[in-house]
Nanobody
């Protein structure tokens, strides 16, 4: 099993920035992808960004340039730097790990952007 603990969600004004963190523990093998998805009010869960162990990143096209994912493999931690936030970025942000063919999700952290 893999446990994921997210932090960093908050209420922020439009144009502001936030940094989310997610620490993974448990049965994590050397080759794993980590990243973020989000689910806005009344919307389906969608990809934000996922980074492989080698560093390659898959971003949602609409978020490129404003959101940046990074990870610290020594700490099994992934980060999401979010800049120029907009009200439409309001969502629950979920940490995601894929390892040995299995997917794991965190409980989510709420990001609310006020206009």
């Amino acid at each position: 099993q893999v446990q994921l603990v997210e932090s960093g969600g908050d209420l922020v004004q439009s144009g502001g920035s936030l940094r989310l963190s997610c620490a993974a523990s448990g049965s994590i093998f050397s080759d794993y992808a980590m990243g973020w998805y989000r689910q806005g009010p009344g919307k389906q869960r969608e990809l934000v960004a996922v980074q492989s162990i080698g560093g390659s990143v898959n971003y949602a096209e609409s978020l490129k340039g404003r959101f940046t994912i990074s990870r610290d493999n020594r700490k099994n931690t992934v980060y999401l730097q979010m800049n120029s936030l907009k009200p439409e970025d309001t969502a629950v942000y979920y940490c995601y790990v894929k390892t040995m063919g299995r997917e794991y999700w965190g409980l989510g952290t709420q990001v609310t952007v006020s206009s």
